[in-house]
């Protein structure tokens, strides 16, 4: 039975991630510190290791290693900057060590926000990207490119077959609302079924483009199984980019809310523009992300129906 070993696999990507390993026959073990994602539902099969990844170090030996471990909704990241770049420092090098003792595949989620405020879109992943590396916002983004850098690094010096994902806000049933504070998707979904205010910083004119998360799935298990990908940078995401203010106009529709949206002051160094560019993904992978915005959103809804109302 091949063994797969998880960091972080007990927040919302890992955990879905992990579905589909365990669909697939693979052993699971899990490091988490449960502090984005305070409780598990992860099934009694996982074997799961309550601790941080920096500081975690194992006997065993894995076939594949993926590190998801980090603190990725900007309010906490800015509220736990030192946290943010350990995991993602100290972090990585403890994953990639275990990846190279056991001579596993080694996947690493880095982010969109290596390119910061991109000036090439949709963002391909040759850009090197436009990002404050003392800012606000660098604790997450700086810890996500020096661990690219390492991870390059572990590939040169030592051989190791690395992979690096760079997701766009991805979303789905799992995502927590954490308050006023969780990513934007699940935050506008609690607000509209509580027809409470929608809170759009600045305008809303800035934009992203979303993923939903089965798709996210498909794209990441055909990266990580896949031979002969060594080495390999790829964006996950997608080139449908919408304004944040659509966004919430779509989400007021799907859930009948009687929400008004209000304005709050933008974000410090807040991206302006988020689209990927796919199609390195598209041919390696074979893969083209197929649900369309308003389906996920409706998924998405029902389950911060069923678990915060
Ligand atoms: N969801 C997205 O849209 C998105 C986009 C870009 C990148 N990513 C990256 O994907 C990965 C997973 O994101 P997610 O959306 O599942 O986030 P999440 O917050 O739901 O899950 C992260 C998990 O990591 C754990 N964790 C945090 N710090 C840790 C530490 N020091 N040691 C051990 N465990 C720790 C948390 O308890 C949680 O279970 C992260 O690396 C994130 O940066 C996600």
Redesign the pocket.
């Known amino acids: 039975m091949k063994k797969c070993l998880v960091?972080?696999?007990?927040?919302?990507?890992?955990?879905?991630l992990i579905e589909k390993c365990l669909e697939n026959g693979l052993e699971v073990t899990v490091?988490?510190?449960?502090?984005?994602?305070?409780s598990s539902n992860l099934p009694e099969t996982v074997n799961i290791i309550d601790?941080?990844?920096?500081?975690?170090y194992t006997e065993g030996n894995f076939d594949y290693v993926v590190?998801?471990?980090?603190?990725?909704?900007p309010e906490?990241y800015i509220a736990h900057p030192v946290?943010?770049l350990?995991?993602?420092s100290l972090?990585t090098l403890s994953m990639l060590e275990i990846a190279r003792k056991s001579k596993g595949v080694f996947m690493?989620?880095?982010?969109?926000?290596t390119y910061g405020n991109a000036s090439i879109i949709p963002t391909p992943e040759t850009y090197w990207g436009n990002v404050n590396f003392t800012g606000i916002r660098s604790c997450?983004d700086e810890g996500?490119r020096y661990s690219e850098a390492l991870i390059m690094a572990y590939m040169r010096q030592f051989g190791l077959d690395t992979r690096i994902q760079?997701?766009?806000?991805?979303?789905g049933p799992?995502?927590?609302p954490d308050g006023q504070y969780g990513?934007v998707v699940p935050r506008f979904i609690l607000q509209a079924l509580k027809d409470e205010d929608i809170t759009v910083h600045g305008k809303g004119d800035q934009t992203r483009s979303f993923?939903y998360?089965d798709d996210?799935v498909e794209a990441t298990w055909k990266f990580l199984t896949k031979s002969g990908l060594k080495g390999e940078i790829l964006n996950i995401g997608s080139n449908k980019e919408i304004t944040i203010l659509e966004l919430a106009k779509i989400i007021i529709e799907v859930t009948g809310s009687s929400s008004k949206i209000v304005h709050l002051d933008s974000r410090e160094d807040d991206p302006f523009r988020r689209s990927a560019d796919i199609s390195k993904a598209r041919k390696i992978l074979d893969w083209t992300p197929n649900t369309e915005l308003e389906v996920g959103l409706i998924n998405t809804v029902k389950w911060v129906r069923d678990n915060y109302l």
């Open positions: 960091s972080g696999g007990n927040g919302f990507l890992g955990s879905h490091v988490d510190n449960f502090s984005t994602m305070k601790k941080n990844v920096e500081d975690f590190h998801l471990a980090a603190r990725p909704s906490d946290d943010t350990m995991s993602n972090g690493y989620t880095s982010s969109s926000e997450y996500k760079r997701p766009f806000n991805v979303y799992g995502i927590r990513r993923l998360v996210w």
